[in-house]
């Protein structure tokens, strides 16, 4: 079977789930997570935040009916190798048949893992039931050029950690969440991770350095 061949089985695949109203997650064609380049011109970096910050506050927030307000930070990031332990935790993290798309992690990319708590703000009768994630709207820059509208592979992924059920929810409060930056993004001194900071009803972007 070509890869034309191929790239149509799992195009038509994806389409029988999706109409069987199965939550599946994206393929991903390794053809379309080619990195392109950028405007260097507007890749200067932006203010950033220290660590630790808040990203999420929900002061109406209810665990049981009782209001105890909710809040999610980054406590650390960092960006490293890929080893064989983290290829396997980067696939079950996200979907297992990423396998079979010919990406080469170990080789091709590096490793970000952001570390997150997240709690009640006041005493609750229990733990939150809620999702380590980003908001919409959240990814990577390098300056004002959002790296993900050009690489499929990132916009993947930054959709996948905007979306609670894909993320899952959990009663810890600590975790860490994980995406793979092409090594050409990830070796570049400005770049930076874009976050949409809500409190209660206020958004705006922030920037974390990650180099």
């Known amino acids: 079977m070509n890869s034309i061949q191929k790239i149509a089985v799992i195009v038509l695949s994806a389409s029988v789930m999706a109409a069987c109203g199965q939550e599946d997650k994206t393929s991903l064609n390794s053809e379309s997570s080619t990195v392109q380049t950028y405007n260097k011109q507007e890749s200067e970096k932006h203010a950033s935040e220290k660590l630790p910050v808040n990203i999420y506050m929900d002061n109406d927030y209810k665990v049981e009916g009782q209001q105890v307000g909710f809040q999610r930070t ?7 190798e890929f080893s064989e332990t983290s290829e396997l935790e980067f696939y079950e993290f996200y979907d297992r048949a990423l396998r079979n798309q010919g990406l080469d992690l170990q080789k091709d990319y590096k490793l970000l893992e952001i570390d997150m708590k997240k ?9 939150p039931l809620e999702a380590f994630m980003l908001s919409d709207g959240s990814g990577l820059v390098i300056g004002d050029n959002e790296l993900a509208s050009q690489n499929e592979f990132l ?5 996948f950690l905007a979306t609670d059920f894909k993320v899952g929810k959990t009663l810890e409060g600590t975790g ?13 001194p400005n770049l930076q991770l874009r ?8 958004k705006k972007y922030i920037y974390i350095d990650l180099n």
């Open 195 to 202: 976050i949409k900071q809500q409190i209660d009803d206020e």
């Open 155 to 159: 916009m993947y992924q930054q959709d």
């Open 119 to 127: 709690e009640a703000k006041e005493e609750a009768r229990s733990r």
């Open 74 to 80: 980054i406590t650390n990031v960092e960006i490293k």
């Open 176 to 188: 860490s969440i994980l995406m793979a930056i092409p090594n050409e993004y990830a070796d570049d």
